[in-house]
């Protein structure tokens, strides 16, 4: 790794601290509805939508309405994609998405995962990304918030009947947490050069004419084969290249903060449009984990001990920094393979600054901004990219693998990293308590049977559909259609499309041809339970958190905070993670590894 | 469940005005009123018409040109409306063979250039509209394009650093040269 690398992570790091204390401290604040001029905001939108606002919900009605909400949300989504020609802003006249491709997009949106078998600009019209995809990004990350406020609220109650208010929270979360950052921070892109409008593809006259082969189109619009099943072509030029438009910036916004990760255009955050500096491109990396971070922060704040929520920051802060350095350092080791005909340069003097894997990679971002971001959008649920993973290293691109297998609990997403986290905490003191031979507990509450049932649904669910789906995947003729590449690395692109899908990162080994039939509803299912088969657990923790007194504070009570239980805790995620996935992953990038170093 | 209905159908109602309509609106406002140029697309107008974007990439293949960053886009290369990589594995054979090619192309338009070919220069870029080469890129390039303009390679390699930036506030991003601005100042030279 490269000074210039450590040096980027530790400043990164630095910004980070400073922001999310201030931040957590606001959301606390925002969340149990503490803002001043909130109030009568609330009061009003109380009323116009027919929402009690004393109601405190049980767990059981708090998940029915988050669901139901969630369910609306996926009916809008799909029904925008499947009218989007009949309907305005939609000046290149984008044809309505087919049924399948339609219901994955809406439930990869729904689910905070923001998948996409699609290529944005080349499917999807203004209104759709605005009133389907925006939307979705804010609901589906204010709906981790409030999963995560909630169980929160299960820790810091006692012998309380419920857990908040649904509606409120929903609210809360979107109008004073979330509108307000991505309206500054997508006023700062739009100032950068990331673009906001609503004009037309623009067409532009470039210096040299391009002169490429088109492939030939049968009657039917599909592309011709000769009898070897190569596509055929016919010489072309074109003088002109046309520029994809839309109203990018507040899209991007809310698409980091939110960790949705969904791009405005096929190439996210790589797209000079869409990422346009360097700038740009360390503030939308901070932006990833500046929710994440702050909840944190507003975890040990309601709770009543900031140091709960530190010690939570420290665990994943500890998991993160060794993810990315590993990254980091595989990426600019290169690729030994292309220095071998010829390319890749360490002798000249003037190069130095680029060197190492640049396949997929953009020159403004060079190895280790492209490393970095690929650890922070997968350690969070985001799932943007700046670079394209399916081209990193074998063991470069296996971290950011594991960090999605880890049940996206390093930072995570918006709210779902935090319960993620918490759930693990759980399972930690279990553990602990069984060692030390006592009755487990977490700030002062008994961790009993039913919780550690819940513990071990929201645990298991994503493992389960992960390995499940892959094994269906390689097994089927429809699964193994999409491989792009050839060997270990086409195995690699199944089991990351599962393992993305179910932890609802979204990112890709983008080479797998998802957009079909059986990949959109195998990775639909995938999505779905993988996000609401963890989150009704979770409620049903909060409840029965909830409804249990707090035991005080005595000599045997095992500590929560601390590098002990930081320790503990990168254990027991650890753990989990490797039993799982450890024999898929020889499968997959390390046996490509030994393939590719002796092959030098 | 059915005082769940109409709470979740008008707050969801609600909150998809404010944030897919209102907010989209508000910062469409405030980019356009405060940064015009850029929200519209840095658009690079000659004598009242668009030949480019200061952000996006274009195509170069005639040695007289400096060559930007492969790209995989279809069916044409920087193809600004489909962007994307290639998604090559790192022991794909055609990922190989492609790099074999390229390096292949630029020593047969610079015979007797017998450096090492700057990696940058022969890979392919995630969006596939990458404007930028590294400096090392350019410098490969120099005396090629010189040669063939008939022109001094010292004024070259002085283009050359006049559009070369380094990293952002010293410390964001990799130097970088910008191709098209580049090939559009050699252009200006023979007027």
């Known amino acids: 790794m490269t000074n210039h690398a450590w040096l980027l992570l530790g400043l990164y790091m630095a910004v980070l601290l400073l922001l999310v204390k201030p931040l957590g401290i606001y959301i606390a604040h925002a969340m149990e509805g503490r803002l001043g001029f909130a109030v009568r905001i609330e009061a009003a939108v109380c009323r116009l939508c027919g929402i009690q606002r004393d109601e405190d919900m049980d767990w059981l009605k708090y998940a029915m309405a988050v669901v139901l909400f969630n369910a609306l949300g996926l009916f809008a989504a799909y029904a925008l994609q499947r009218l989007q020609l009949w309907l305005p802003l939609n000046p290149q006249a984008m044809a309505n998405v087919s049924p399948d491709s339609a219901f994955n997009t809406a439930v990869s949106f729904v689910t905070n995962t923001n998948w996409q078998g699609y290529g944005g600009e080349s499917t999807m019209g203004y209104l759709t990304q605005m009133l389907g995809l925006t939307v979705q990004n804010f609901l589906s990350a204010a709906t981790g918030i409030v999963v995560t406020i909630a169980l929160i609220r299960g820790f810091a109650r006692h012998s309380a009947a419920g857990i908040g208010n649904a509606w409120l929270d929903l609210f809360r979360a979107t109008t004073w947490i979330l509108l307000p950052l991505s309206l500054i921070f997508a006023v700062f892109l739009a100032s950068q050069g990331v673009i906001q409008n609503f004009d037309a593809y623009q067409d532009v006259t470039t210096l040299e004419v391009t002169k490429y082969d088109n492939p030939k189109l049968d009657a039917a619009g599909q592309p011709l084969k000769d009898e070897k099943g190569n596509a055929v072509t016919e010489p072309a030029t074109t003088p002109t290249q046309t520029l994809a438009m839309g109203p990018v910036a507040s899209q991007l916004a809310i698409k980091m903060l939110g960790t949705n990760g969904g791009g405005f255009f096929n190439a996210n955050s790589a797209h000079p449009y869409e990422n346009p500096t360097p700038l740009t491109n360390f503030f939308q990396m901070l932006s990833i984990f500046l929710i994440p971070g702050a909840l944190c922060i507003a975890f040990g704040r309601i709770v009543g001990d900031a140091r709960q929520g530190w010690t939570l920051f420290a665990a994943m802060t500890l998991l993160f920094v060794v993810f990315a350095v590993g990254a980091m350092s595989w990426e600019q080791q290169g690729n030994p393979l292309l220095a071998k005909v010829g390319a890749g340069d360490t002798a000249i003097s003037t190069t130095a600054l680029i060197d190492g894997n640049m396949e997929g990679k953009e020159t403004r971002f060079g190895i280790a901004e492209s490393a970095l971001f690929a650890t922070i959008t997968t350690a969070a649920s985001c799932g943007a990219v700046n670079s394209m993973h399916d081209s990193f290293t074998p063991l470069g691109g296996m971290v950011p693998l594991i960090n999605i297998q880890l049940g996206e609990v390093v930072f995570g997403g918006v709210g779902s990293g935090l319960y993620g986290m918490l759930v693990f905490a759980v399972m930690a003191v279990f553990i602990a308590g069984l060692m030390i031979g006592r009755t487990p507990e977490y700030l002062g509450k008994k961790i009993q049977a039913h919780e550690m049932k819940m513990t071990s649904i929201a645990i298991l669910v994503t493992p389960l559909l992960v390995l499940l789906g892959t094994a269906i995947a390689v097994m089927s003729e429809a699964g193994r259609a999409g491989i792009a590449n050839p060997a270990a690395h086409g195995f690699s692109e199944i089991l990351y499309a599962l393992s993305s899908a179910a932890n609802n990162n979204g990112s890709a080994f983008a080479g797998l041809s998802a957009n079909t039939p059986f990949y959109n509803g195998l990775l639909a299912v995938a999505m779905w339970f993988g996000r609401f088969g963890v989150i009704v657990p979770v409620l049903a923790m909060a409840g029965s958190l909830a409804a249990k007194k707090r035991i005080p504070v005595s000599a045997g009570t095992l500590p929560t905070h601390g590098p002990l239980f930081v320790a503990l805790l990168i254990g027991v995620v650890l753990l989990v993670g490797l039993l799982n996935y450890v024999p898929a992953l020889a499968l997959g990038p390390m046996v490509e590894h030994l393939t590719l170093w002796p092959a030098r | ?191």
């Open chain 2, 1 to 191: 469940m059915k005082t769940l209905i109409r709470p979740a159908v008008s707050l969801f109602v609600l909150l998809s005005v404010v944030t897919g309509l209102l907010y989209p609106g508000v910062v469409t406002g405030v980019a356009q009123l405060a940064f015009p140029a850029a929200a519209k697309g840095s658009l690079i107008v000659k004598e009242g018409k668009p030949v480019g974007s200061e952000l996006i990439g274009q195509n170069f293949t005639e040695p007289k040109y400096f060559w930007g960053r492969p790209s995989a886009t279809s069916p044409q290369p920087y193809n600004a409306g489909s962007s994307s990589g290639s998604n090559v594995g790192p022991l794909n054979p055609a990922l190989v063979d492609a790099v074999k090619g390229r390096v292949e192309a630029l020593r047969a338009a610079d015979p007797g250039n017998t450096r090492p070919v700057p990696i940058d220069l022969v890979t392919a870029s995630a969006s596939g509209l990458d404007p930028h080469i590294s400096p090392a890129a350019a410098d490969y390039q120099a005396e090629r394009v010189a040669r063939v303009r008939q022109l001094d390679a010292k004024l070259v390699r002085q283009l050359v650093a006049r559009h070369t930036e380094g990293r952002e506030l010293g410390v964001f991003g990799e130097p970088r040269v910008h191709v098209l601005k580049l090939n559009l100042a050699l252009d200006e030279q023979h007027h």
